[in-house]
């Protein structure tokens, strides 16, 4: 009730809106169509009824629901809960052809596709991905049911080989405080869970004339010239290219297809509290997708829907065009159509593998579901689930699902320790299985991954584009299993590839030196020479005998912008042929606690504030944003003196701390739409950054 909306459940309202509105919108780009036309996440909170919904209803569930209305608000006899599901089902269906498919016919007219994020409310489902071309999640929480998830399992399942997701959103909580850093850790969560095209979020416009720092969009990262660190943006950007790239290549390989029971969700709606990709998250439990997660197997979500629209059983798997799974979890469902019912026995009758937890499947849905249908549902779940021939499998917990997989199928990736804090996504291509894994925690981790592939690995840094061979395969792990030792700095990310070819491993051909360290931490010139545009600063030269923060100093306290670090360094012939070399800027120290507001927010105190760029004798090394602070200069030392220098840059907060944050008049917004989107947290914009090197700095052979 915030204001008028187009009335998504009315085919008359939705095509209004189209002709008076979107059409023209879209005919106006001609002959240059847009690539899609996009929706964002629902938010119609409690769109639960509409002019035409009673006439609907009969059409699609056979009955007048007029006398059976008082249902949906308290008890009605034991038929109540069926009535709300009929009534969820039919709201979801309108959704599904009065909005969703007349968009996508918007769209395709017009050589454009129909993206959209698909939940929330009105009640959208996972099948309403059908009524789309592009699936779009949100959301970083990896380790649970999480809209992400939700897109990537409709991509998966119709075959559309890119997901994107909204990303970024609410970056380290406040405007402008977002780093590099938060940048590589949050994209990350988003691969693990399927992603493989990230939309950043976002991209404020700034009027000309508008005082420093410019405006910018209370729930968004501020991906522009306003922020120094922008100076790494093409390293940032080349490393999300190439991971997206990657994870786009071959089929999806997850093990688990985990069923979202629609019509349990259905049958606990409320007026007013009609999501039902909610609904279906808290049927799940919070346990599950974790459990699932810990143990080793990834995992597509599936619903009633997509089963029919797409999916068949293909022997032992439950086969989605090219993708298969070779394991169905149900966990808590007491509903469930016939046919699904039926599919699943057949899936474990052909030798797949189903588990259910808390309950079997037992109520046929729907008011006018008969008694013959409720027998059969009750006859083939105690025949699947019970009984000494049972070709499924029951457990009492969700806790218990995995061990219960394991019996049939080994993990995908089984993690010696910390397990909880490692992500993984695999995807099968004809040259070899590929593999993402992702340090999600500010901690180093250090464990054996036991694959469940065979071939060569082949370790593939997507930050600097290289291609190595990978560490020696542990002796122990089962058959069709290799077993590494692997080790993870802080929200550090590697590629497993496990292929036909034998790739040297660098470690082994260049054993470590015992060359000594040279150190870099003292005797630095650094110029101030570079702020932000539109800042009032005069720049300044600084003698740094000790690597300190910008912040420290009363001189460069609020400078934001990019500063020049330059050092001469003495090394011999052995140093400078050594192999391996690398300027490593230290170790970053885990934060004791999130901060920074409702968004992602990688917890580590980093000892380059935020970005750098490092230059040996003219030539670019690399770039340094994100753990292990280090980068490689093998080859670009000679004997004797060699320049240093390294370009670095902070965020806009140190300047913009200088002066008070520039506040707009909304009256007139607010009144007429009330106080909705004033900026938050600001406040923590009033203190300087650590800013610069904060060391220790030191050449060294690894």
């Known amino acids: 009730a915030d204001g008028n909306v187009i009335d998504q459940l009315s085919k008359s309202a939705v095509q209004h809106y189209i002709t008076q509105v979107a059409a023209k919108e879209v005919e106006a780009t001609a002959p240059n169509f847009p690539h899609s036309i996009f929706c964002d996440s629902l938010e119609v909170t409690g769109e639960?009824?509409?002019?035409?919904?009673?006439?609907?209803?009969?059409?699609?569930?056979?009955?007048?629901?007029?006398?059976?209305?008082?249902?949906?608000?308290?008890?009605?006899?034991?038929?109540?809960?069926?009535?709300?599901?009929d009534w969820g089902k039919t709201l979801t269906e309108m959704f599904d052809d009065n909005f969703n498919k007349q968009f996508k016919a918007l769209a395709n007219s017009h050589q454009s596709l129909?993206?959209?994020?698909?939940?929330?409310?009105?009640?959208?489902?996972?099948?309403?991905?059908?009524?789309?071309?592009?699936?779009?999640?949100e959301g970083f929480q990896w380790h649970g049911y999480r809209a992400t998830r939700y897109a990537s399992s409709a991509s998966h399942l119709m075959g559309v080989p890119v997901t994107s997701s909204e990303t970024f959103t609410w970056l380290h909580g406040t405007v402008f405080r977002?780093?590099?850093?938060?940048?590589?850790?949050?994209?990350?969560?988003?691969?693990?869970?399927?992603?493989?095209?990230?939309?950043?979020?976002?991209?404020?416009?700034?009027a000309e004339g508008a005082p420093f720092p410019g405006w910018s969009f209370y729930a968004a990262g501020v991906f522009n010239e306003q922020n120094p660190w922008y100076l790494v943006m093409p390293d940032v950007t080349k490393y999300l290219q190439r991971v997206s790239a990657l994870l786009r290549q071959g089929e999806p390989a997850n093990d688990v297809a985990l069923y979202l029971a629609d019509d349990d969700a259905w049958a606990n709606f409320r007026p007013g509290s009609i999501s039902l990709s909610d609904g279906v998250g808290r049927q799940l439990g919070q346990q599950i997708i974790p459990s699932l997660l810990d143990h080793g197997y990834n995992m597509d979500f599936f619903d009633d829907g997509m089963l029919d629209a797409k999916g068949k059983v293909d022997g032992g798997a439950l086969a989605f065009g090219a993708v298969k799974y070779k394991t169905v979890v149900l966990a808590g469902v007491e509903r469930m159509p016939l046919s699904t019912l039926k599919s699943l026995e057949a899936f474990a009758n052909a030798g797949g593998t189903?588990?259910?937890?808390?309950?079997?499947?037992?109520?046929?849905?729907?008011?006018?579901?008969?008694?013959?249908?409720?027998?059969?549902?009750?006859?083939?779940?105690?025949?699947?689930?019970?009984?000494?021939?049972?070709?499924?499998?029951?457990v009492q917990s969700d806790g218990e699902v995995a061990a219960a997989i394991a019996k049939h199928l080994a993990p995908d990736v089984a993690i010696s320790q910390n397990s909880s804090q490692i992500g993984f996504i695999h995807r099968h291509t004809d040259g070899g299985e590929l593999y993402f894994l992702a340090n999600t925690s500010n901690q180093p981790q250090e464990f054996t991954a036991t694959f469940r592939a065979t071939g060569h690995p082949e370790v593939w840094d997507a930050l600097t584009g290289k291609v190595e061979g990978g560490p020696q395969a542990v002796a122990g792990a089962g058959s069709g299993e290799t077993s590494l030792k692997?080790?993870?700095?802080?929200?550090?990310?590697?590629?497993?590839?496990?292929?036909?070819?034998?790739?040297?491993?660098?470690?082994?051909?260049?054993?470590?030196?015992?060359?000594?360290?040279?150190?870099?931490?003292?005797?630095?010139?650094?110029?101030f020479d570079k702020p932000l545009k539109g800042t009032e600063f005069q720049p300044v030269t600084?003698?740094?005998e000790k690597l300190t923060s910008w912040?420290?100093?009363?001189?460069?306290?609020?400078?934001?912008?990019?500063?020049?670090?330059?050092?001469?360094?003495?090394?011999?012939?052995?140093t400078a042929g050594a192999p391996g070399l690398v300027i490593s800027f230290g170790?970053?120290?885990?934060?004791?606690?999130?901060?920074?507001?409702?968004?992602?927010h990688a917890a580590l105190d980093a000892p380059v504030r935020d970005a750098a760029v490092v230059f040996v004798n003219g030539k670019r090394a690399g770039a340094v944003f994100s753990p292990p602070y280090e980068v490689n200069i093998t080859g670009l030392l000679k004997a004797g003196e060699n320049q240093i220098t390294i370009e670095v840059a902070n965020t806009s907060v140190n300047a913009i701390a200088a002066k008070d944050y520039p506040t707009y008049d909304y009256k007139a917004v607010t009144k007429e739409f009330g106080n909705r989107f004033q900026p938050q947290g600001m406040e923590v914009l009033s203190v300087p950054l650590p800013s610069g090197l904060l060391g220790p700095v030191k050449i060294e052979a690894k």
């Open 48 to 85: 639960d009824w509409t002019p035409e919904f009673l006439a609907e209803f009969q059409k699609r569930r056979g009955y007048d629901l007029t006398p059976l209305l008082p249902a949906l608000y308290g008890e009605l006899g034991p038929k109540t809960l069926e009535i709300r599901r």
């Open 114 to 137: 129909f993206r959209e994020q698909a939940y929330g409310s009105p009640s959208a489902g996972l099948m309403s991905y059908l009524s789309t071309d592009l699936p779009e999640g």
């Open 178 to 206: 977002g780093t590099p850093l938060d940048i590589k850790a949050e994209a990350d969560l988003h691969f693990i869970q399927g992603v493989n095209q990230l939309v950043c979020h976002g991209y404020p416009y700034t």
């Open 354 to 394: 189903v588990v259910a937890s808390r309950s079997i499947p037992s109520i046929a849905p729907g008011y006018k579901a008969t008694d013959a249908e409720q027998k059969q549902v009750e006859e083939i779940s105690n025949r699947l689930f019970k009984g000494a021939g049972a070709k499924g499998i029951f």
């Open 486 to 527: 692997l080790s993870l700095a802080p929200y550090e990310s590697r590629i497993i590839v496990f292929g036909d070819r034998a790739l040297p491993n660098p470690a082994a051909a260049h054993p470590p030196t015992n060359l000594p360290a040279i150190d870099l931490s003292t005797g630095w010139t650094v110029k």
């Open 542 to 544: 600084e003698t740094m």
């Open 551 to 574: 912040s420290d100093n009363p001189k460069t306290k609020h400078f934001s912008g990019t500063a020049t670090y330059e050092k001469t360094v003495n090394v011999n012939a052995a």
């Open 587 to 600: 170790e970053g120290k885990p934060e004791a606690g999130r901060g920074g507001g409702s968004g992602y």
